[in-house]
Structures are given as structure tokens and as C-alpha cells.
């Protein structure tokens, strides 16, 4: 097991892709145990964000496809459905914080990405 798998005890560490699989500025969908993962890769320092796929405003796995982008402060995914914004680093759906989504540490170790879910 690599230095990252075993980084945190209570977290399993998944590998789900190389960063240069994951076009700058986008998403990804990955399947991490059972659970469909959005993987964004952000900004010039290649920043990584991992947030659930499932958008609960518009009952479809989508959010991987939004647009990335930014209000404010904030780093978002605009889900491509309904438009409401996701916040990269914590899940919370801007317009409607009930329909929040889970979000998950995300790192790229070794030329891949990681995530903990």
C-alpha cells in the first residue's frame, strides 16, 4: 500500500485517475466503492476537489459535467441541469443548502489523483 493509502487511519484512499486525464478547469466522474465521485481539477497549481456526483435539486448524477467557476471567494460547479452552484471544497449547494452534497479530500500524490470516500 503507498504512503498516501495509509496516510489517515480512518480514511481509504482511492486512486481514480492520472491529473492529465482530467482537462484543467473540469470535471470527472469515479466510481469509489459504490459511490459515483465529481473530481475537479482547478486552477493553474492543478488544484484537486472531490464532491458527490448526485445532484438532489435535479435528481441525476450530473455534476461532474457543470461548469467551473467561481463566485466570490468561493470555487463552484454549476450543475448542468438546473444551474444551482455547488461549492467545491465543502458540497454546499448555494441556492438551496438543503441539497447539499457530500465532499471528500482530495489530493494528487505520485501523478495521480486520490480520493478519501
Known amino acids: ?3 498516501l493509502a495509509t496516510h489517515a487511519s480512518s480514511e481509504q484512499w482511492t486512486a481514480v485517475c492520472a491529473l492529465r486525464d482530467i482537462v484543467p478547469n473540469t470535471g470527472v466522474c469515479a466510481l469509489v466503492g459504490h459511490r459515483q465521485i465529481a473530481v475537479f481539477r482547478v486552477g493553474p497549481d492543478n488544484q484537486v476537489f472531490a464532491i458527490d456526483n448526485y445532484d438532489p435539486n ?4 450530473v455534476l461532474s459535467r457543470g461548469l467551473v467557476g467561481n463566485l466570490g471567494d468561493r470555487l463552484v460547479v454549476a450543475s448542468p441541469i438546473y444551474k444551482q452552484h455547488f461549492d467545491l ?29
Open 1 to 3: 500500500m503507498s504512503q
Open 89 to 117: 471544497r465543502t458540497g454546499e449547494c448555494l441556492e438551496a443548502p438543503e441539497h447539499s452534497v457530500p465532499a471528500y479530500p482530495a489530493r494528487v500524490y505520485d501523478g495521480k489523483v486520490w480520493v478519501a470516500a
Open 58 to 61: 435535479a435528481d441525476a448524477a
